[in-house]
């Protein structure tokens, strides 16, 4: 009997063992070995340790907040499902989440499609969905149609075949914190949706990151949209808020096309061959950008009454700022460096550039091409090709302004009408200020110093040059085939030459103030019609032909007589 207990003592002492061997390693795996995507929390302190959330297949989930009857797809259907919960009110909101979603066979081409959804409060968090759309514009990973009140948050819809998130005809809701990308038309896609927030979203590599389509009164702000054909488009809608987003590496950073009064500021929009461009589109405000590295900065195209300040534009190819058909715009206080054109207008007229910097770009600082009455006032123009240079345009002030360390400092050609003054203008290496074919400039109060030519007009008449100090140039003035100019009450000290004129007709000079030039005023030709050396000339042209004349004479008389004496 003895025996007997003993073996029985053994073998369950071995079986134990056995199991707990089998156990232990088990429990270790479970408590080191913690599913990613659920929480977990301390059982003594009640303490988040993970933060994810568990993640199972579902079908594609349509609800439709009107559906009436039995087995009615509505709210009241959908809490009853293990991916739902809550009762619709503001305080307790119905919750969507933790579910992952391929809606290659969805019936509706969504993957989540909340309709007719008025007064329920919902989230919809933690979920993925792919593979939803199809042949049409209008399905999407997570679609809500004449809906309200719904919050879209840290959802992943992307790699889908149309939209990752569809707004249509829904307001007052919140998409924050998602990830939409890689989706064949749209990343997050709002149409005729107004008032919704559209915050901190990855959109990248779809044809569009963020596309707006009739839709007011949004905000879209902290989102990243890279590597899409535009990164952040508006058509057709006005009155939103564009703020803090990075745009970079699309084909057009963010783009505006026919939407009016939306706030465009603090983002910032690099290396697209747009950085921000406005379309047909007027009362906007672009300020406070960063737009660097693209081929165009910011670009105006038939756009009107918009103010663009602040901003910052460097590196960009071919123009900080481009102004083309583009009326009655204000720049002022942009910083534009480090382009080929600082700022360029073409055939844009009433417009202002106030207090702007244009530095180091490789051609123009400012350019106008075929523009009238522009206000370029208060910048700051150096180290440029050309400073300020006008083409075709008339009309037009320039006023106090900057303009050093160019090679041209102010430059008008073919412009007409135009006012240059109280500008400060040196040490440019060429040119302080050059007219070419211009008339009818008034050109005074200006400080001209340093030049190879302070003042130079070429064949350009009826111009005023008054009340300028220019000094220590190689030509103070110079005037070449320019008539009827008036020099006067100029203050004009230590230049090589004070006034050169040449081949001009009709100047006044008069009541200037000369000091320590080589020459004061030097003329390559005088004002009596016929000078000396012209009389000169024509005499010894007379001369010429008057013995020409006479050796022709005596050579017929001497051939005519001797005629004569021929016999008969």
């Known amino acids: 009997m003895n025996n007997k207990l003993k073996k029985i003592a053994i073998s369950a002492l071995i079986s134990s063992f056995l199991i707990f061997s089998v156990l232990i390693p088990i429990l270790i795996s479970i408590s080191y070995s913690r599913e990613s995507g659920v929480e977990y929390y301390s059982t003594q302190k009640s303490e988040l340790i993970i933060k994810s959330a568990s993640v199972t297949l579902e079908d594609p989930i349509f609800i439709d907040g009107n559906a009436s009857g039995v087995n009615a797809h509505n709210w009241s259907w959908a809490v009853t499902q293990e991916w739902c919960s809550g009762d619709g009110s503001w305080s307790t909101p119905y919750i969507i989440e933790n579910i992952t979603i391929d809606a290659i066979t969805s019936p509706t081409g969504n993957g989540i499609f909340i309709n007719n959804s008025k007064n329920d409060y919902f989230i919809i968090r933690n979920v993925k969905v792919y593979n939803a759309g199809g042949g049409t514009y209008d399905v999407g990973g997570i679609k809500l149609q004449n809906t309200s ?4 948050l840290n959802n992943n819809c992307s790699n889908n075949r149309n939209n990752g998130f569809l707004l249509f005809n829904s307001d007052n809701n919140t998409i924050s914190g998602n990830t939409a990308n890689g989706n064949f038309n749209y990343g997050i896609h709002l149409y005729f949706s107004d008032h919704n927030d559209i ?6 590599n779809n044809r569009e990151g963020i596309y707006l389509y009739n839709s007011d009164n949004n905000t879209i702000s902290g989102n990243i949209a890279n590597n899409n054909d535009e990164g952040i488009i508006l058509y057709d809608s006005d009155n939103n808020t564009i703020s803090r987003n990075t745009a970079n590496n699309n084909n057009e950073g963010i783009r505006i096309y026919n939407s009016n009064i939306n706030d465009i ?8 061959y747009g950085g921000i461009g406005l379309y047909f589109s007027i009362t906007n405000d672009i300020i406070n950008n960063t737009v660097n590295y693209n081929y165009d900065g910011i670009r105006l195209q038939r756009s009107d009454h918009n103010d663009i300040s602040g901003n910052t534009i460097a590196n960009n190819n071919w123009y900080g700022i481009y102004l083309h058909y583009s009326n009655r715009n204000d720049i002022f206080r942009n910083t534009a460096n480090n382009n080929d054109d600082g700022i360029h207008l073409d055939s844009s007229d009433y417009n202002t550039i106030v207090n702007n910097t244009y530095n180091n770009n490789s051609i123009y600082g400012i350019y106008l091409y075929s523009c009238i009455d522009i206000k370029i006032s208060g910048n700051t123009i150096a180290n440029n090709d050309y400073g300020i240079y006008l083409y075709y345009s008339n009309a037009n002030d320039i006023f106090n302004n900057t303009a050093n360390n160019n090679d041209y400092g102010i430059s008008l050609n073919y412009s007409y009408i135009n006012i240059i003054v109280d500008n400060t203008v040196n040490n440019n290496s060429i040119y302080g200020i050059y007219l070419y074919y211009s008339y009818n400039t008034d050109i005074s109060r200006n400080y001209v110093n340093n030049s190879w030519y302070g003042i130079h007009l070429y064949s350009s008449t009826h111009n005023d040059i008054s009340g300028n100090n220019i000094d220590n140039n190689e030509y103070g003035i110079y005037l070449d085939n320019s008539d009827d100019t008036d020099i006067v009450n100029n203050t004009i000290t230590y230049n090589n030459v004070g ?3 040449s081949y001009c007709n009709s100047t ?12 004061d005023i030097r003329k390559l030709e005088v004002d009596d019609p016929f000078p000396i050396e012209g009389m000169l000339l024509i005499v010894l042209v007379i001369s010429i032909i008057i013995i020409i004349a006479g050796m022709i004479i005596n050579k017929r008389r001497r051939a005519r007589g001797e005629i004569q004496r021929l016999p008969k």
Not at 199 to 204: D, V
Not at 265 to 272: P, R
Not at 508 to 519: K, T
């Open 149 to 152: 009140n719904g919050t879209l």
């Open 199 to 204: 915050t901190e979203n990855y959109a990248n």
């Open 265 to 272: 500021f603090k983002n910032i929009a690099n290396d697209n």
């Open 499 to 501: 006034i050169y004129l």
């Open 508 to 519: 006044e000079i008069s009541n200037n103030y000369f000091s320590g030039n080589g020459v």
